[in-house]
């Protein structure tokens, strides 16, 4: 067996001695070479051609923002980001995702050593999901300006009809590019992406700012309306649920399901239940299998659901999980996912059915 080769690029010594020992231990992978600086690492993967490279994104000499831009101008690589859990930490690394990094692992705030060996299994999971990614070329990304709209309407602001994401590895810019498709006035949107707390509400922001739609961390018992688009917090499961006439948002910090919090399972599964044939589900890139059978009770209570392609997802986990129980309606590429759903949405009419 082919062990997936990993570069370790960290300014503190501690955290790379920590990051190799952790990889080492994995049967399936193994730590080629740790840099304590990018101009380092560019002469490692030159010369390791490593699988997997793990990036600090905070870095001396050269910060890890700007090595990732010129690594992947000439040469995509496969790219696991670790951030510091602070406001900083988080925008820098969505600035990372945008620039073409395929996921991250937030470090401890204090104990750092203990953190990471806490992190063991999801610093491997990270990894392998990492390795089996595709990496693209910066010039082949779309990364549009602040303030894109989209320009069309969907010509009804029904306050019936609610359209559910879930979305893990890959999935910020996913998510990112189903919303810019949506207009002004579309339906209401709930979203689960995996991540951690702190990280979602900048990840809102920075939606808020290129969406036509407002978007923004979804908060316990509030309405969901038309035009908005709704973020689980990273600390809480988020659901819907009616209250009268209205649907409304619910938190609660239960346990894991299928080993997240927030869960796509819960989502999907209070869709089904609550929206039923005024829903529609979209599955988008992911590693694992969460909200697949949710997403498969959102189908058998009416809803349409789409499952986002092998070719552009970044991780075909959750998609291909969801198609394999018979979850989805329809399979599309990415960048066909909005306008399917605003079609489907106007084919069945501004008038909901009720539920």
Do not use: W
């Amino acid at each position: 067996m082919n062990k997936i080769r990993v570069l370790i690029v960290d300014d503190s010594a501690l955290v790379r001695q920590l990051l190799t020992e952790i990889v080492n231990a994995e049967p399936d992978m193994i730590a080629v070479g740790a840099a304590p600086d990018p101009y380092v690492a560019r002469e490692m993967i030159r010369e390791l051609d490593p699988d997997v490279v793990t990036l600090d994104v905070e870095m001396p000499r050269m910060d890890g923002l700007t090595f990732l831009e010129r690594l992947m101008r000439l040469r995509p690589t496969r790219v696991l980001m670790l951030s510091s859990l602070t406001e900083r930490g988080s925008e820098a690394t969505l600035q990372a995702l945008e620039l073409g990094a395929i996921d991250f692992v937030a470090k401890p705030r204090i104990a750092i050593a203990d953190g990471l060996r806490e992190y063991r299994d999801l610093i491997g999971e990270k990894i392998r999901a990492v390795a089996r990614s595709k990496p693209q070329r910066l010039a082949e990304r779309k990364v549009p300006a602040a303030g894109t709209r989209a320009p069309a309407r969907v010509g009804f602001a029904s306050t019936e009809k609610v359209v559910f994401i879930g979305a893990s590895t890959g999935g910020t810019e996913a998510i990112k590019e189903v919303l810019l498709g949506m207009p002004a006035d579309a339906p209401a949107i709930m979203i689960v992406q995996h991540m951690p707390e702190g990280f979602t509400r900048s990840f809102a922001q920075r939606l808020d700012g290129l969406c036509a739609i407002r978007v923004k961390e979804a908060e316990h018992g509030e309405r969901v309306m038309p035009g908005h688009a709704y973020i689980a917090p990273g600390h809480s499961h988020l659901s819907v649920a009616r209250n009268g006439a209205n649907y409304v948002a619910e938190l609660d910090q239960g346990p894991p399901v299928n080993r997240h919090r927030p869960s796509v399972e819960v989502l999907f599964k209070s869709a089904a239940k609550f929206a039923g044939r005024n829903a529609i589900g979209i599955m988008l890139t992911g590693m694992g299998k969460d909200g697949a059978l949710g997403m498969l009770a959102m189908r058998e209570a009416g809803a349409f659901n789409i499952a986002q392609d092998e070719a552009t997802c970044v991780v075909f986990g959750m998609p291909k999980e969801a198609i394999a129980v018979g979850a989805a309606n329809e399979t599309l590429p990415l960048g066909a996912i909005a306008q399917r759903a605003l079609a489907q949405l106007n084919s069945t009419g501004p008038r909901a059915v009720r539920v």
